[in-house]
C-alpha cells in the first residue's frame, strides 16, 4: 500500500497543473496516477494551444486572467518552456448582433481588469489583413495577450517541476476502483494500492467513469473535434493571431510553417469518437476559402489531421471542487474546449481548495457540482 495526502487520477495538463500547485503550496506527499505509459495521449496532446481571456461569463475571464499572466511567466517560474505565443485573438462579426456581443463581453472583461482588449472597426480589420474577405466583417474585438502555447510542454513543465519537488508520477497505471474508509480513501490501481485522504479526479472525458467508483453521476461526455493542419504556405502573415469567423465559427491560427485550421461542426453528436473523418477536409476548406481566398492555394495532407475529444458539460463551464456527497473526492473536469487555457487556474482553485477549503481567484460556488441539481447553470456562449 502507498500512502499520499492526495491522489490525482489523470496526468494530462490539468492534472499536472493540480500537481504543481499543491506542490508548490507546500503539499509534496502528491502522487499523480495515470494510465498511459507516456503523458499527453488524452485531449490534451490533441489540443489547438489558443489561449484567450476573451469569455462572455465572468468566471471564465476570471480564470483566463490568472491563466495567462501564469503563462507568460511560466519559465521564470517553472524553469522549463511553454511556448506561450501573445498573438492574440481576433473576433470578426460579421452582424450587428454579434458586434453588440462583442462589445458587451469587451464591457465585462475590461471592469474585471482585462488590460489589452480592444474593439476595433471593420476598416480597421481590412487594413491589418487585406487577406481576408471582409466586405460583410461590421467590426470585432481583438486581445493582444490571447494567443497560443504548446499545450504537451507546459503539461510536461509543470509535472517535472512537481516531481523535481518531490510530487510522484506513475505512468502505466490504471486506476481501476475506488472505495472510502473511515475518512480515507483506498485506490485500487494495476500497480499497488493507494491511500489517501485526498483524491482528485482529473481523468479528461474519462472522468464519469471515475466518477462512478464512487457513486457520483458526473454530467461529462466526450465530443470529437477535428483540427487540420496545412502544409507551409506563407500567402498569409504567420504573426497573425488566432481569427475568428463569427458568421460560421472557422477560426485559424499560424502552427510551423503553415495554419492549423478549426470548425466546430454541428452535426458532430457524443461519443468516444477519435477518428479522423476525411469528408472534414472538403467542409473546413469550403469554409477556410470563403473566409481567405487564397486559402484556396492550400495543401493539406490528410494523414497529418488528427481528431480528439473535448469534455462536455451541460452548461460549458467546468465542473471544479468537492463533492458534496463523497467528502475528500474532488472534481477539475469538464472544461468544453478550455482545459488547456485554464488549466493554470484549475490548478490554484483545487490546490487552494484541497489545502485551506476557499479560494480568492472566483467564486468556487458557481463551479460547484451541486449546480446543476440546484438549477444554477452559468451558460458561456463565447465558445468555440
Ligand atoms: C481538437 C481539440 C482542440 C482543443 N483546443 C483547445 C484550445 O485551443 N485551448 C484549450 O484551452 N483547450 C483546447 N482543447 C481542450 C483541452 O485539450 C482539454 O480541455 C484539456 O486537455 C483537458 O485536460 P485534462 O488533463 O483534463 O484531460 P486529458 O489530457 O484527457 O488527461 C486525462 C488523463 O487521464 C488519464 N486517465 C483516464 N482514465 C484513467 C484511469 N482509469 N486511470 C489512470 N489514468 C486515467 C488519461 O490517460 C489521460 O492522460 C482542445 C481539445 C481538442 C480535442
Not at 489523470?10 to 495515470?34: F, P, Q, R, T, W
Not at 475571464?61 to 522549463?80: C, H, N, T, V, W
Not at 469587451?106 to 474577405?133: C, H, S, T, W
Not at 485551506?356 to 446543476?372: E, H, V
Request: aromatic letters at 10%; hydrophobic letters at 40%; glycine letters at 10%.
Amino acid at each position: 500500500m502507498h500512502t499520499a495526502d492526495v491522489a490525482i487520477i489523470g496526468g494530462g495538463i490539468v492534472g499536472s497543473s493540480i500537481a504543481y500547485h499543491l506542490v508548490d503550496a507546500g503539499c509534496k506527499n502528491v502522487v499523480v496516477i495515470e494510465r498511459e505509459s507516456a503523458q499527453g495521449k488524452g485531449s490534451t496532446g490533441k489540443s489547438m494551444g489558443g489561449v484567450r481571456a476573451q469569455f462572455s461569463t465572468p468566471v471564465n475571464i476570471q480564470m483566463s486572467l490568472y491563466s495567462i499572466p501564469f503563462y507568460a511567466s511560466f519559465e521564470e517560474r517553472l524553469g522549463y518552456p511553454c511556448d506561450y505565443r501573445p498573438q492574440g485573438y481576433l473576433f470578426c462579426a460579421t452582424s450587428d448582433n454579434h458586434m453588440a456581443y462583442l462589445r458587451a463581453n469587451y464591457e465585462k472583461q475590461v471592469v474585471l481588469g482585462l488590460k489589452n482588449v480592444r474593439l476595433v472597426a471593420g476598416d480597421e480589420i481590412r487594413g491589418m489583413f487585406p487577406q481576408l474577405r471582409a466586405d460583410d466583417i461590421v467590426g470585432g474585438s481583438f486581445c493582444s495577450t490571447d494567443g497560443f502555447v504548446d499545450p504537451y510542454s507546459a503539461m510536461i513543465g509543470c509535472m517535472t517541476w512537481a516531481s523535481d519537488h518531490g510530487a510522484i508520477l506513475w505512468k502505466n497505471t490504471t486506476v481501476t476502483g475506488v472505495s472510502r474508509h473511515e475518512g480515507c480513501f483506498e485506490i485500487a490501481t494495476t500497480r499497488d494500492t493507494v491511500s489517501a485522504r485526498t483524491v482528485v479526479n482529473c481523468a479528461g472525458v474519462w472522468s464519469a467513469g471515475i466518477a462512478k467508483m464512487v457513486g457520483i453521476e458526473l454530467p461529462v461526455e466526450p465530443l470529437r473535434r477535428m483540427l487540420v493542419p496545412t502544409e507551409p504556405f506563407d500567402q498569409f502573415p504567420h504573426t497573425a493571431p488566432m481569427i475568428i469567423d463569427m458568421s460560421n465559427g472557422f477560426h485559424f491560427r499560424p502552427e510551423g510553417r503553415g495554419f492549423l485550421l478549426a470548425w466546430n461542426d454541428p452535426e458532430e453528436t457524443a461519443g468516444y469518437k477519435t477518428d479522423f473523418e476525411p469528408a472534414f477536409i472538403e467542409k473546413i476548406l469550403t469554409r477556410a476559402a470563403d473566409r481567405v481566398p487564397v486559402f484556396e492555394n492550400l495543401a493539406v495532407n490528410p494523414k497529418r489531421a488528427w481528431a480528439g475529444l473535448y469534455e462536455m458539460t451541460p452548461d460549458h463551464h467546468p465542473i471544479l471542487g468537492e463533492s458534496p456527497e463523497v467528502p475528500g473526492f474532488f472534481f477539475a473536469n469538464g472544461f468544453s474546449g478550455h482545459g488547456v487555457m485554464h488549466s493554470p487556474a484549475t490548478g490554484k482553485i483545487l490546490s487552494d481548495l484541497i489545502l485551506t477549503g476557499k479560494t480568492d481567484l472566483i467564486d468556487a460556488s458557481l463551479l460547484n457540482f451541486s449546480r446543476f441539481a440546484e438549477g444554477r447553470m452559468i451558460h458561456e456562449t463565447a465558445i468555440l
